[in-house]
């Protein structure tokens, strides 16, 4: 079948107009704006938003607008490369074709399982990405290795894993979204329907970030049915300025302030007494919990105004249906799991899980869930106990792997580091492969230890759009990857965790040159364990048959519309569709929600949420508040630039956003005799780094605010320099290993810091 | 009939979609602009947050008469990601900027 004759395509002027859903590389999160790509013999010439997707409406954001820009960049990978181990750093690539790579990757992965055991192998992914969904797989399933299913160069799995295990245990459920209706074709005039009349925005600045499938600017479309904001965050966002309540908290005391807003809730009796006493275990554990947390604690512990605190409490708990959705911020503190545990008793005792304009939830795993699991669980019984673990026995509710598999971030780069060299567990690692990911830039604590540490191995591989920083450093084999315009694909939002939708990513370009993540994990896969892999030859026929084992319906039905929407039941837990047995409740140990979680008392971690001290605060390090008398928060990011992608020179997304910024509140700024655009070093015990000034009351006189993930591609590639990205990097600041007992939770939304104007971003 | 660019600025987030939209359908050089956003704040007025986004058109920009004539939405307008931009008669504007609540809306004539 052409393009034309394809039920997405209609033809205008010579010109195919073909309807898909986005989802990086490059561009975003699965959110899976409904795209229209204009192409004319075999090019893309345009972008449009499509006007009947159900959830985005024909709404674009600039990144995908410009996606030409990518798609035709000089600068992309258009051909399998390879380099010699010794001249890692340099730029030295040789052009390969696609067979000789994969023959290269063949002989390399069984060189290591003769010489070494699969053991050695160990993969490293990323997050947001179309891989996302593969990437559990690729470890056990092609490598047959252990030490593979969803690892992150990444201090505490500090995004998303800790939110998604901590709801599996206390909820039983994937991840909790707002009700913005969308569920449904119809979406707000669905019958049942209500609009949330409080949101809590906690930790987020979703308008400009769209994380994980939640399309940010349907709090717009709240806003303008009536409902109310509630902010939780240090910085001020537009959101927060346009807020009812703002609680602009010390970065990292998010446990403080959920135990004061539970407290406020409880004192009054303003909760949801028949939901609590039907549905939820532990309520008394937890008013015990929060007793002492009356508004003037949690003003002297987290800065939050009581008065902000009280009224928000009051305004959420008095306003059913009110909502909340977190953020990343609750994922990168070391209390990730408590914060996350009082934002979820919050939602529970209220009574908003699962009701309209509450808090939706779907069961843990949908779609490709149920094969993503199975294809993790292929190893011998004597591979699988070679799982890399703390050998001290840290982090079991982690290698427990309930909502994640794969190695704990820290335990890893302290295993490479040879921490461990002499214990009789301890075997080298020797090979890596790279998806989806960019860690010397993005997510790596101490990048550069994780740079030298991954010297050591024999073979690193990576495939990507671009090459970075990671790739110029470390890898010997690169394969250049398609884009979503190039290429067959599925988007599911929220990973499958609570899927509002099906999309479907059409191929509306031809590049013989690239392939996807997933063409070339089937050939890897067809090549490396054959049998795991049969009747999967190509991706449709996968998605196909994956589709139809799960829903009934074929890739030929989700083809045929914008978005296949998943339809959504309200209080599930009454009707025995949540729980795997069909009784009514909750898939946890209780049954129920746990505001009190035996399974976390059973990994050694408390049961109820507790107050734990940042380890590096002006409090727990008071000898250190002269010499760094500032607080910092990472992570800001700006529309134009998805993670570390869209930072080549003279693209619209750089000339948008051309430097990194540290923002800075401006009678701080006075005080360093520090101007707009200056160049500024932020230091913190562990580490320094550079970025431009940008002074704004976005932030207040007691923090500064700086942006994640920079490199620079037009500056010298090769080593030590790799693009600039030590230069720039957040990560710098980070400490390595200040987690929590469970492994999640990493502080790199909360630290302290000293700043001095230089020079320029390179400097004395 | 005369059309002009209705803007409802107190939702405006500053997301740059209708800059870009614009470069995007006009061809324009990157130092160029149909539509341009200017942002006021955050800066606390009487108490409260004032913190601003209007996105203002410029003199190249023709309200994409000849799309709209094809009975086509400006891609300004249909990408919005607030959807605060509305291209409308002149005639109904007042009406319009009633409906939407009568605070911070504003229009364009470019």
């Known amino acids: 079948m052409t393009l034309a004759d394809q039920p997405y395509v209609t033809e205008e002027d010579g010109v195919m107009k073909v309807r898909t859903c986005a989802w990086s590389p490059p561009g975003d999160h699965p959110v899976g704006c409904g795209l229209i790509l204009h192409v004319k013999d075999n090019k893309l010439i345009k972008v449009e938003g499509d006007p009947e997707n159900p959830v985005t409406n024909g709404r674009v954001c600039p990144r995908c607008l410009a996606l030409d820009e990518i798609v035709y960049s000089e600068e992309r990978l258009q051909s399998p490369m390879v380099r010699d181990r010794s001249e890692r750093g340099k730029n030295t690539w040789k052009k390969i074709s696609w067979d000789e790579a994969y023959d290269i990757l063949e002989d390399k992965i069984h060189e290591i399982w003769d010489k070494y055991g699969a053991e050695s192998i160990f993969t490293l992914t990323g997050t947001g990405r179309e891989s996302t969904l593969y990437a559990p797989v690729y470890g056990p399933a092609i490598c047959n290795t252990p030490n593979g299913a969803s690892t992150y160069a990444f201090s505490g799995e500090a995004c998303y894993g800790p939110r998604a295990t901590i709801t599996n245990y206390l909820l039983g459920a994937g991840v909790p979204e707002i009700d913005w209706a969308q569920y449904w074709e119809d979406r707000y005039d669905h019958p049942g329907y209500e609009v949330p009349k409080y949101i809590i925005v906690w930790g987020k600045d979703p308008l400009y970030s769209s994380p994980d499938g939640f399309f940010g600017h349907s709090i717009i479309d709240l806003m303008k049915r009536g409902s109310k904001i509630i902010t939780i965050d240090p910085r001020l966002t537009w959101l927060g300025a346009h807020a009812e309540y703002h609680l602009q908290l010390r970065p990292g005391t998010d446990a403080a302030v959920g135990m004061g807003l539970l407290r406020v809730i409880i004192k009054e009796g303003l909760y949801d007494k028949e939901f609590v006493d039907k549905w939820c275990y532990g309520f008394e554990e937890l008013v015990e919990a929060v007793e002492e947390w009356t508004p003037e604690k949690v003003q002297e512990v987290a800065w939050v105004d009581p008065e902000q605190l009280v009224g928000a409490a009051r305004a959420f708990a008095t306003n059913a249906p009110s909502t909340a959705t977190w953020g990343v911020a609750l994922d990168q503190s070391k209390a990730s799991t408590q914060a996350a545990q009082c934002f979820l008793a919050l939602c529970s005792i209220c009574g908003y899980i699962d009701v309209p304009g509450g808090v939706t939830i779907t069961k843990p795993t949908s779609f490709i869930g149920k094969w993503r699991y199975d294809m993790m669980d292929v190893l011998d019984p004597e591979m699988a106990a070679k799982h890399i673990v703390d050998p001290d026995g840290k982090y079991a509710l982690f290698n427990a792997g309930a909502a994640m598999g794969g190695v704990q971030g820290d335990t890893l780069l302290n295993w490479l580091e040879g921490k461990w060299a002499d214990r009789p567990e301890y075997y080298p690692l020797k090979m890596c492969w790279i998806i989806g990911n960019n860690p010397l830039a993005c997510m790596a604590d101490q990048p550069q230890r994780w740079y030298k540490a991954m010297q050591d191995l024999d073979f690193i591989v990576a495939q990507d759009i671009f090459m970075t920083p990671t790739i110029m450093g470390l890898c010997d084999l690169v394969l250049p990857l398609s884009t979503f315009a190039e290429h067959e694909g599925l988007v599911t939002p929220n990973y499958g965790r609570n899927q509002h939708f099906i999309g479907a990513m059409n191929e509306a370009i031809v590049n013989p040159n690239t392939k996807s993540d997933l063409e070339i994990l089937i050939d890897m896969g067809r090549r490396m364990r054959p049998e795991l892999w049969e009747g999967m030859e190509t991706p449709d026929k996968f998605f196909d048959a994956k589709l139809k084992e799960n829903y009934g319906y074929g890739l030929d039905e989700v083809k045929a519309v914008p978005a296949k929407m998943s339809g959504y039941e309200y209080r599930k837990y009454e009707k025995g569709l949540i729980r795997d047995d069909g009784q009514p409740g909750f898939q946890t140990t209780t049954g129920r929600i746990e505001l009190y979680s035996p399974i976390l008392d059973a990994f050694g971690e408390k049961p109820v949420p507790y107050y734990e001290e940042p380890e590096f605060s002006h409090l727990s390090h008071p000898e250190l508040a002269d010499e760094f008398p500032l607080y910092y928060t990472t992570g800001g990011r700006h529309i134009s630039m998805f993670h570390s992608e869209h930072r080549q020179a003279g693209t619209t997304m750089r000339r948008l956003h051309p430097w990194p910024l540290v923002t800075i509140n401006p009678a701080v700024a006075a005080r360093y005799g520090i101007e707009e655009g200056d160049w500024v070093e932020v230091t913190s015990p562990q580490g320094s780094m550079t970025q431009k000034a940008h002074l704004t009351e976005e932030v207040n006189e007691k923090f500064i605010h700086v942006e994640h993930a920079w490199w620079f591609p037009e500056q010298d590639p090769e080593a030590p320099n790799l693009y600039g990205v030590f230069k720039a990097n957040a990560n710098n600041l980070i400490p390595h290993e200040s987690v929590s007992v469970t492994g999640y939770g990493a502080p790199y939304k909360n630290g302290i810091c000293k700043i001095r104007k230089v020079s320029g971003l390179d400097h004395e | ?110």
């Open chain 2, 1 to 110: 009939m005369e059309y002009g660019m209705l803007i409802n600025y107190g939702l405006c987030t500053g997301c740059d979609t209708c800059e870009v939209s614009c470069l995007k359908e006009k061809g324009l050089n990157a130092d160029e602009w149909g539509i341009k956003v200017q942002q006021i704040g955050p800066k606390k007025l009487g108490g409260a947050w004032e913190w601003d986004y209007v996105p203002v058109p410029s003199r190249l920009c023709d309200l994409c008469a000849e799309r709209r004539a094809q009975g086509k939405v400006a891609p300004c307008e249909m990408h919005c990601l607030a959807k605060v931009i509305e291209i409308l008669p002149v005639d109904k504007i007042a009406e319009r900027m009633v409906e939407l609540g009568g605070k911070k809306v504003t229009c364009f004539m470019p």
